[in-house]
C-alpha cells in the first residue's frame, strides 16, 4: 500500500489539473450575458458620432438654405455726395464685412484730398458714378458748362481708376437729355428716397426705406453725413434678412 501511495497521489493531481482546464474552456455564462450588453455599448458608440454629424449636416444644410438669398428680389444701394473722410470709410468698412457691393456718386470737389477713398471704392468692386464737380442743377447751365461739371469729376476719378463715370445722378434729378459730352453717359435717378439728409433720425430713416422698398428698386442715400452711414448699414441687415441682393446700378439698368 505504501508503495502505491505515491502513484495514487500522483493520478489525484493530474486528475484535479484536467478537471479545472476542462471547466476553465467551458463557455462562462455571465461573460455570455455581458456580451450582448457590450456589443450594444459598441454599435452605440460606433453610429453616435456618425447620427450626430448627419443632423447636424442636415440642421446647417436648413440653415444654409434658410439664408440663400433670392436672386429675383435685387435692390441697388446708392450714395450721393461723397467721398466723405470720415463717413464714407466707415461706410465701405460696414459694407466690406457684409460682402456688399453699391454705388457712389461722388462730387469731384471732394475727390481731392480723399484719392485712397475713391480707389478704395474701385478695389471692393462698387461701382463710382459722377455727381457733377460742384452739386449744380445741369439744366440751369448751358451745354458747355454742363459737360464741364461732369468731365472735370470725371478726369478726377479716370486719374485714380483709369475709368470714366459712365453713371451720372444729376443732382436734384434734373437732367438734360441734349448732352453729348466727351465720354458717354447713363443718367440714374432712384425710385427710393428717404430724405435722409433732413433727419438725424435714424431709425426714421431706416422705416422709410423698409415701407417703401420693393424688388429692383434704387435706393438714394448720401454717405455725407454719420446718421445716414448708420442707417444704410441697418438697411442693409434687414433688407439681407427678407431675402434681398444687392446689386450696383449697372446691373439693374443694363438688363
Known amino acids: 500500500m505504501k508503495k502505491n501511495f505515491p502513484m495514487i497521489v500522483f493520478s489525484c493531481m493530474t486528475a484535479v489539473v484536467l478537471l479545472i482546464c ?53 435692390v441697388a444701394l446708392t450714395f450721393d455726395d461723397g467721398p466723405h473722410p470720415v463717413y464714407t470709410v466707415k461706410l465701405l468698412d460696414g459694407l466690406a464685412e457684409r ?94 428716397d428717404p430724405l435722409d439728409w433732413t433727419t438725424c433720425n435714424v431709425s426714421d430713416v431706416v422705416r422709410r426705406v423698409l415701407e417703401a422698398v420693393e424688388p429692383d428698386d434704387i435706393i438714394l442715400l448720401h454717405d455725407y453725413y454719420e446718421s445716414s452711414v448708420d442707417a444704410a448699414l441697418l438697411i442693409v441687415d434687414a433688407l439681407t434678412e427678407q431675402g434681398y441682393t444687392f446689386v450696383t446700378v449697372d446691373e439693374l439698368i443694363l438688363e
Request: charged fraction near 30%; proline fraction near 5%.
Open 22 to 74: 476542462i471547466y476553465r474552456s467551458l463557455p462562462r455564462k455571465d461573460a455570455a450575458e455581458k456580451a450582448p450588453e457590450i456589443a450594444d455599448v459598441i454599435v452605440a458608440v460606433d453610429a453616435t458620432p456618425e447620427t450626430e454629424t448627419e443632423a447636424a449636416w442636415e440642421t446647417e444644410t436648413g440653415r444654409e438654405t434658410e439664408s440663400v438669398w433670392d436672386e429675383n428680389k435685387r
Open 99 to 192: 460682402g456688399i457691393q453699391a454705388t457712389f456718386f461722388v462730387i469731384g470737389e471732394n475727390i481731392p484730398g480723399n484719392e485712397e477713398i475713391i480707389a478704395r471704392m474701385n478695389q471692393e468692386g462698387h461701382l463710382i458714378g459722377n455727381h457733377t464737380y460742384d452739386h449744380v442743377k445741369i439744366t440751369d447751365l448751358s451745354v458747355e458748362e454742363a459737360c464741364e461739371q461732369v468731365e472735370k469729376t470725371s478726369a478726377l476719378v479716370k486719374e485714380i481708376t483709369g475709368k470714366d463715370t459712365e453713371y451720372v445722378r444729376p443732382p436734384f434729378g434734373s437732367w438734360r437729355k441734349d448732352l453729348e459730352c466727351s465720354f458717354e453717359m447713363i443718367p440714374v435717378l432712384w425710385d427710393v
